[in-house]
């Protein structure tokens, strides 16, 4: 099966989302919320198959993240967020839609680490000067697929 023509990509865009999320995810997986959410658009929107309306704004994408850390911290338990299989496409438009598959690794205190969940992400990144910003998110689950 042929893959359908896209733009070409720049090496420096590809290595700069790449960065982007590393420092996404670990600011995520820090417990850092506000930071994390940040990272979004004011106007931001967040969607999972696994909630039934999307998250609006950054205000409640930090709110949604200091809930999700404080309990993961009350459960004893860390969480890590792994990105792979990055593509990065440039549209029309200017904006860059970046698609992952991300596993959710937990660990319990004292305990073994396990895949929580596998998962496709979706996002539609701006630019903010030099930075990126998230202007939506769509995370798909495999296991509600």
Same mark, same amino acid.
């Given at each position: ?39 979004? *658009?004011?106007? #931001?929107?967040?969607? &999972?198959?696994?909630?039934?309306? !999307?998250?609006? @704004?950054? +205000?409640? =994408? ?32 200017? *904006?860059?839609? #970046?698609?992952?598959? &991300?596993?959710?690794?937990?660990? !319990?205190?004292? @305990?073994? +680490?396990? =895949? ?30």
């Amino acid at each position: 099966m042929a893959l359908p023509p896209q733009a070409p990509q720049s090496a420096e865009l590809y290595l700069a989302v790449q960065h982007f999320y590393a420092r996404q995810m670990q600011l995520l997986d820090d417990g850092k919320a506000d930071e994390w959410a940040a990272t979004f *658009t004011e106007d #931001a929107v967040f969607a &999972a198959n696994a909630r039934p309306e !999307p998250v609006r @704004g950054r +205000a409640d =994408i930090a709110a949604g993240a200091r809930q999700a850390t404080e309990q993961l911290a009350l459960d004893g338990l860390v969480r890590r967020h792994w990105l792979g299989m990055l593509s990065v496409d440039t549209r029309s438009d200017g *904006t860059v839609l #970046a698609r992952s598959y &991300a596993l959710v690794i937990s660990t !319990p205190k004292g @305990g073994q +680490a396990a =895949i929580h969940v596998s998962t496709v992400c979706a996002d539609v990144l701006v630019r903010d000067g030099d930075d990126l910003l998230v202007r939506s998110r769509h995370v798909t689950r495999d296991d509600l697929v």
